[in-house]
Every structure is written in structure tokens, then in C-alpha cells.
């Protein structure tokens, strides 16, 4: 991740994680007038687990509330499969039911 100098930044390196099956990075965008912006970047790798992630993703998500959230990258999760794959179907509800999310949550039709 990339950020033009200008721009006060802070690296939340208790935010950041790195295995073998997923990454994730975030800064925090130093604003003046308003809350900060937290950009984060996830990849998955396609091959493990979706359910592993979720669980980690999980816990990075309950440390966000109380911010400005964009939250990029690679899932590897065929998200329009989430309502007949259930790991999927968590995954996307693990984002849904956070304080920043205004989206709504999915009903899940084959459970």
C-alpha cells in the first residue's frame, strides 16, 4: 500500500497480519475535520478454509467500530454463491453485522 507523503499516516500494525493463507494490512488516514479513515487490504489465498479467515476477520472487524472503514482486496470467496455455501454465507455476514456496514444483512435461502 502506497501513501503520497503529504498525507499523515499511521501504519496500525495492530491491525496488520501475515500467514501463509491470508494478509492484511491497514493505515490510518489523519484527518483534521472529521473521523480518520482506516483503508484496509485483505488477501485470502484461495486454497484454505474460508471459515479459518472469517474467524480471524472476525476479530480485525470488532476493532474498527467508531471509524470511517474502506476495507479492498482478494477474498477468494465466490460471494454470489453465499446463499447455498454456508462458510461463504458467514464470511459476508461476518461484514453486514458491523456498526459501519450500511448495507444490509442477506437471508439466506437454502440453509
Known sequence: MHVKSSINSINRVD???Q???FQTICIEIESINEK????????RHP??????F????ISTLSKLNNKRVFIMGDFNADLLNYDTHSPTYDF???FLRHPFST?????????
Do not use: G
Not at 36 to 43: D, E, F, H, K, S
Not at 47 to 52: H, K, Q, S
Open 92 to 94: 459476508v455476514k461476518s
Open 103 to 111: 448495507m444490509h444483512q442477506p437471508s439466506k435461502r437454502n440453509q
Open 19 to 21: 500467514c501463509y493463507d
Open 15 to 17: 491491525l496488520n497480519y
Open 54 to 57: 472469517t474467524d480471524h476477520f
Open 36 to 43: 480518520n479513515l482506516l483503508l484496509c487490504c485483505v488477501y
Open 47 to 52: 486454497n484454505p478454509a474460508i471459515n479459518v
